[in-house]
């Protein structure tokens, strides 16, 4: 399956994003799907993620939200309340399906990433 994000900019502290995720070449509705981001000079991080239920990374609880549109082979993620410390490339992550939240929660079990799209929040 191959992964493109769009969606990312320059934004102050507060505002809304929604980024994209487009997939094809593979069959959208059977995998799980997550974000990830990096921040500079950082390791990658988990970011959310949906299998049924939806996961999400602590620090974007309450802010960010995850959804997918099988129809369209897409998912998306809501940021709202960004803040400084969400700067970061984000990535769409694609693996065959995992069986359980946690294992969502780890880049490894991951089997196709996008190239990432920039998201930078000024205070």
């Known amino acids: 399956v191959q992964l493109v994000e769009s969606g990312g900019g320059m934004v102050q502290a507060g505002a809304s994003l929604r980024l994209t995720c487009a997939a094809s070449g593979g069959i959208f509705s059977t995998y799980t799907m997550a974000w990830f981001r990096q921040g500079l000079g950082k390791e990658r991080e988990f970011v959310a993620s949906m299998i049924r239920d939806k996961y999400y990374a602590d620090s974007v609880k309450g802010r960010f939200i995850i959804s997918r549109e099988t129809g369209k082979n897409t998912i998306y993620l809501q940021m709202n309340s960004l803040r400084p410390e969400d700067t970061a490339v984000y990535y769409c992550?694609?693996?065959?399906?995992?069986?359980?939240?946690?294992?969502?929660?780890?880049?490894?079990?991951?089997?196709?990433w996008g190239r990432g799209t920039q998201v930078t929040v000024s205070s």
């Open positions: 992550a694609a693996a065959r399906p995992l069986s359980n939240g946690m294992s969502t929660y780890f880049a490894t079990n991951y089997d196709a």
